[in-house]
């Protein structure tokens, strides 16, 4: 079986694209990132989720962006609330620098290790457009550039492709073609801002976005919100 | 004062490259990883350099490759010695995967926070071609790459240059350098298994480059050396 990692967040959306490269055949190695995030609760998700998906290792690698902050996820600016970011445009202040080409980077590393040329990111340029992170031209130079980067690739015993199989899906498609896959969405986490008790905000651009993924596609939202 | 990111790993290629920065009138970050590297020592010379170099402020990260490994620098891999990997070519074990595209992509995101779009790296595909990651032609990619990913790029704020102005330079070149600028060579470091009481090896591929490299200048190493 050719490996493959699978960037897991613990969202919706890395776990559907999971279970799209599960479907495709890939023997799956999830990569989770614990970089200071204030919703930590999605690591507990990730972990469930690796577990519901069979993936042969889970690895949760430690990075502290905080040191570096700039964004309202990794630092004490206000998450919006509310804002109805996702319909109009611009970048939120959620955006964390870099962050999926960190991410990217530190899978290139890992996959390079265990041999494992296929990577895939359930980035999504249709609702969260405002990432420039997200977008194709860009994961389409991070392929060309990773290709150029590793031992493997230029002694010619891999080539990196980097898989966005939701890139231009709405998140209603996304929920349908979850649940089609069988992906339990009871397991995901998308809230940005969670509460003590660990319910998501159910105001925060994240929660919103979801909320009207799950009403768009017709399917009940099994998700615990305090608002 | 236009900022600048300096990579600044304790090395003489990093020191000269950030004391090139610092002529062209740069004002210097200084970004330095603590990565699990076997050469801990090296920590302790950039900040001695950043002191020496007058940087405005030097930030050390934390990110532990050790639990990617696959490169004898965060492994238990042994380094070489006296292998002439130099000569021969061929990418030797002391690469680590990644490595270069790992740090380029948090000086990205430390760079965006601080609003430093000049990005240093002492690269030089000379010396120590095996490494793909310091070619011109990966420098280009991840540069582009950059262009792609970030608010600030996307937004017009700026524009990521990576400078690599060793790229082309031999190693005695660079000496011949960093002693025509004033850098205190005495205080960079090298070895990549240094001895438990801070002695260099000098049988590592990175000692030898660095004996080689003084003697063809013509300059005393300050070094002190085990062998």
């Given at each position: 079986m050719k490996k493959a990692i699978v960037l897991l967040s613990g969202g919706i959306d890395s776990a559907t694209c999971a279970m799209i490269a599960k479907e495709m055949g890939f023997e799956l190695y999830a990569l989770t990132f614990d970089y200071g995030q204030r919703h930590r609760v999605e690591l507990k998700a990730s972990k469930a989720l690796a577990d519901a998906l069979g993936v042969k290792r889970h690895t949760i690698l430690h990075l502290d962006l905080r040191g570096i902050g700039g964004s309202a996820l990794t630092s004490d600016i206000p998450v919006p609330k509310n804002s109805g970011a996702s319909d109009k445009g611009g970048i939120p202040v959620t955006y964390v620098p870099a962050r999926n080409t960190i991410f990217l980077s530190l899978a290139l590393a890992y996959g390079e290790v265990i041999e494992a040329y296929d990577i895939f990111i359930g980035a999504?340029?249709?609702?969260?457009?405002?990432?420039?992170?997200?977008r194709e031209e860009y994961l389409l130079a991070f392929e060309r550039m990773a290709n150029l980067a590793l031992k493997a690739t230029v002694e010619g015993k891999g080539r990196i492709r980097i898989h966005a199989p939701l890139l231009h899906m709405s998140k209603d498609m996304i929920i349908r073609k979850a649940v089609s896959l069988g992906v339990d969405l009871g397991l995901t986490h998308s809230c940005y801002d969670p509460l003590?008790?660990?319910?998501?905000?159910?105001?925060c651009d994240s929660c919103q976005i979801r909320k009207k993924g799950f009403l768009t596609a017709g399917i009940p939202d099994p998700t615990p919100y305090a608002h």
């Open positions: 999504n340029q249709v609702d969260f457009s405002g990432y420039p992170d997200c003590p008790d660990g319910k998501a905000c159910g105001r």
